[in-house]
Nanobody
Framework: QVQLVESGGGLVQAGGSLRLSCAAS????????TGWFRQAPGKEREFVAA????????SYADSVKGRFTISRDNAKNTVYLEMNFLKPEETAVYYC????????????????????WGQGTQVTVSS
């Protein structure tokens, strides 16, 4: 059982930046693909970004391309999401997901593909 703990959320003004972290309990985290999703009140969970288990490949939702950066440090069992130029409509709970990946370069962008989830961290962007 992999435990994921997100941190780094908070209140920020529109145009500001935040860096989210997702720390994993699994020693073999380097074999897990990971992704960030977000869910606003009354809306479905949506894909934000994903990174392959070896960190070589990344993918982003069109709405965040050029502003968000996903990365990972397998030595620290941690995945990051750097968010810049935040918008009020991006206010949501941000979740980290993880799943074992047979191939080191595979990306997963659907929430149903992830087996493990953190508790989420609230990001509030004020206008």
């Amino acid at each position: 059982q992999v435990q994921l703990v997100e941190s780094g959320g908070g209140l920020v003004q529109a145009g500001g930046s935040l860096r989210l972290s997702c720390a994993a309990s699994e020693r073999t985290f380097s074999s897990y693909a990971t992704g960030w999703f977000r869910q606003a009140p009354g809306k479905e969970r949506e894909f934000v970004a994903a990174v392959s288990s070896n960190g070589a490949r990344t993918s982003y939702a069109d709405s965040v391309k050029g502003r968000f950066t996903i990365s990972r440090d397998n030595a620290k069992n941690t995945v990051y999401l750097e968010m810049n130029f935040l918008k009020p409509e991006e206010t949501a709970v941000y979740y980290c997901g993880a799943r074992e990946s047979v191939f080191a370069r595979t990306l997963f962008s659907r929430s149903g593909e992830y087996k493990y989830w953190g508790q989420g961290t609230q990001v509030t962007v004020s206008s």
